[in-house]
């Protein structure tokens, strides 16, 4: 993790990563759709990842648990963050990414 990248593209990068699961051509129509429907971009919502969390649940229902688990998974790796996120009592997509960017943010002053 460098300190000059910031949680907004640490996010990004991870929904980015996460959203291939899918492979090109889906991963693709699915933005596409999403970014179409909901005129966002699923990489900027980091401040409202309840936005995210609603349009992949209208788009491809089940299988946004995947995409969100996955998504979580690939941001706390890149955060240098190993364990398992599910033992603290978080349940929500929402939740997961407010406490990541509280754990990024404190990280980053740790190594200022």
């Given amino acids: 993790m460098s300190k000059n990248i910031s949680f907004e593209e640490v996010y990004a990068e991870s929904v980015d990563n996460a959203i291939k699961i899918l492979?090109?051509?889906?991963?693709?129509i699915v933005t596409?759709?999403?970014?179409?429907?909901?005129?966002?971009?699923?990489?900027?919502?980091?401040?409202?990842?309840?936005?995210?969390?609603?349009a992949l649940s209208h788009v491809i229902d089940g299988g946004k648990l995947i995409i969100e688990r996955r998504i979580i998974t690939i941001l706390y790796k890149k955060m240098g963050l190993l364990e398992n996120l599910s033992s603290t009592g978080i349940v929500s997509f929402e939740e997961r990414v407010n406490e990541a960017r509280e754990r990024y943010n404190k990280l980053l002053m740790r190594n200022l």
């Fill in 23 to 28: 492979g090109d051509i889906v991963s693709k």
């Fill in 32 to 54: 596409d759709y999403i970014t179409h429907k909901y005129s966002i971009d699923i990489t900027k919502t980091a401040d409202k990842p309840y936005i995210l969390d609603e």
